[in-house]
């Protein structure tokens, strides 16, 4: 029963959750919420780093699916994101 559904769209616990669907940008209105600890990206590998790294910038601990990065550039950048923000 944990984390499925009930025909009114509750959770187990008589949660709705929030959707976010009006935008490509939405994700980032996730990000900001204050009650949010830790985010799991796992969207196509070209959003990894720049969604990782805003979640960051936001406070948030991050979880990425491999591969986290596209190019190098990328992977430093995230280092640096993560030394910065320590997440």
Request: charged share 30%; with cysteine.
């Amino acid at each position: 029963r944990h984390g499925k559904l009930k025909m009114d769209g509750r959770d187990a616990y008589g949660h709705t959750p929030e959707i976010y669907t009006d935008g490509e940008n939405e994700w980032k209105k996730l990000c900001e919420q204050a009650d949010i600890d830790l985010v799991y990206v796992c969207t196509p590998f070209p959003l990894h780093a720049p969604m990782s790294i805003y979640a960051m910038r936001q406070g948030k601990h991050v979880a990425s699916e491999v591969p986290a990065v596209g190019t190098m550039e990328e992977c430093w950048e995230l280092v640096r994101t993560a030394e910065e923000t320590r997440r």
